[in-house]
């Protein structure tokens, strides 16, 4: 069940509800489905993209943190640990990609249908694109660390997963 | 009536009204903000562009909506005097971000016409300078004597330029290379990082190796030195 908005409140990400795991999870999935090409109708609801902000924000200053100190946990890592540490830089960045997209298609739908959580979705959008934005930054200030697991094959691997609109993006995680 | 439908309106009904342009202003504000967030948001989805890029398209997204406000304007009182309007949607919403989208799109392929029509440049300048100065075909890698004794007259970084451009350094005489690098001032060429530059880097590479300002002044002395071959022989030397 979506939660009302009565428990997502004005400002949704200092709020956490027992409903925000699940609602996280109903954003990525309708996100990735978009990203790898299932067909997706209909956008997830406001409220539910409201009560999925606090986990959103939560994730995304996470892999902000992890990304900025990328450099020495790869310098006091394995080579198979730093690989992974590169390959989950690269996922983490896909799932904030396709939690945008989901949360694009909300804002969208709540704006045109004239919802009444328009306004406090506007400003979760803001906050999430300014962490996005962040985060790309220190991605391609960082970009020349992730190129030992960005091979030509394994860059066309992750184009060839994605779904034709967004085969032609200029990815820094990918070292575009 | 949607939220950002009523403030369009507004805004389009105030543009003659200077008295009401003030009380207006909140409302171009809201829809400037609008405009900018979904430019934001259209980048961040689909990632066409470049940052340095998207910075002007995101920059110039809300002139452009108030630029083309009166063709919104005109589509809705048509289609409300004719009754299809849904009074709960907000169409200005929509039509903002089709708006945005298509020029999104358009700028990305005028973006990618403008990068394909600069790397046919640089490599028709290419290989016309391999043609004027060395003959053209496949004997664009070497070098004659003769030509090693007209370059000899020439300014010393323009003849590093020019051998770097083409990456033809193995062809000039071990004693003369030496002597030309001593005259330009330079220690060890070429460098590691300009043998192992992708080919779009290399004009940064060597501008930097041979302490030029950035690549426009390697373009500018390459433009130089083929306006100078074009010239008879007898013009050109000293």
């Known amino acids: 069940m979506i939660p009302s908005s009565s428990c997502v409140g004005s400002s949704p990400h200092s709020k956490r509800t027992r409903f925000t795991p699940c609602a996280y999870e109903l954003l990525q999935r309708d996100g990735q489905s978009r990203l790898f090409g299932l067909v997706r109708d209909q956008a997830v609801s406001p409220a539910a993209a409201l009560a999925a902000g606090d986990e959103l924000i939560h994730r995304l200053e996470q892999w902000l943190r992890s990304v900025r100190l990328l450099p020495e946990h790869l310098h006091e890592a394995s080579p198979a640990s730093a690989d992974a540490l590169r390959h989950r830089t690269i996922e983490n960045r896909m799932q904030a990609w396709a939690a945008l997209l989901a949360l694009d298609h909300a804002y969208a739908a709540a704006v045109e249908s004239g919802s009444h959580l328009a306004t406090p979705l506007a400003k979760f959008v803001d906050q999430v694109l300014e962490r996005i934005e962040s985060l790309d930054a220190m991605i391609t200030a960082h970009a020349p660390l992730l190129r030992p697991v960005i091979s030509p094959a394994e860059r066309r691997r992750w184009r060839r997963l994605l779904a034709p609109q967004y085969r032609e993006a200029q990815l820094p995680w990918l070292c575009d | ?238």
């Not at chain 2, 083309?68 to 409300?80: I, N, P, S, W």
């Not at chain 2, 005028?110 to 004027?132: H, M, P, S, T, Y």
């Not at chain 2, 070098?143 to 007259?153: I, N, R, V, Y």
Request: aromatic letters at 8%; one cysteine or more; charged letters at 30%.
């Open chain 2, 1 to 238: 009536m949607g939220h950002y439908t009523k403030l369009a309106l507004q805004v389009w009904q105030s543009r003659n009204e200077p008295r009401r342009a003030a009380a207006v202003e909140t409302s171009a504000s809201e829809i400037h903000d609008f405009a900018t967030r979904t430019a934001r948001m259209i980048h961040k989805s689909h990632l066409y562009l470049k940052n340095v890029d998207a910075d002007d398209f995101i920059a110039g997204s809300s002139s452009c909506i108030f630029t083309v406000l009166g063709k919104f304007v005109a589509t809705y009182e048509q289609r409300r005097a004719a009754g299809v309007c849904d009074t709960a949607a907000d169409p200005f919403a929509a039509w903002t971000r089709t708006v945005l989208e298509n020029l999104y799109i358009d700028w990305t392929r005028r973006i990618g016409r403008f990068e394909a029509n600069r790397r046919k440049l640089v490599r028709d300048e290419e290989q016309g300078l391999g043609e004027l100065i060395i003959g053209g075909g496949d004997a664009r890698f070497t070098l004659t004597l003769a030509e090693l004794q007209e370059m000899d007259s020439w300014n010393a970084i323009d003849r590093i330029v020019l051998v770097g451009v083409l990456r033809c350094w193995h062809h000039v005489p071990a004693e003369m290379w030496r002597r030309w690098l001593r005259e330009a001032n330079i220690e060890q060429f070429p460098a590691d990082s300009l043998l192992a530059a992708r080919k779009g880097q290399q004009r940064e590479i060597l501008a930097h190796a041979l302490r030029i300002k950035n690549r426009n002044g390697i373009d500018q002395r390459l433009r130089r030195i083929v306006q100078r071959r074009k010239k008879p022989l007898a013009t050109t030397a000293p």
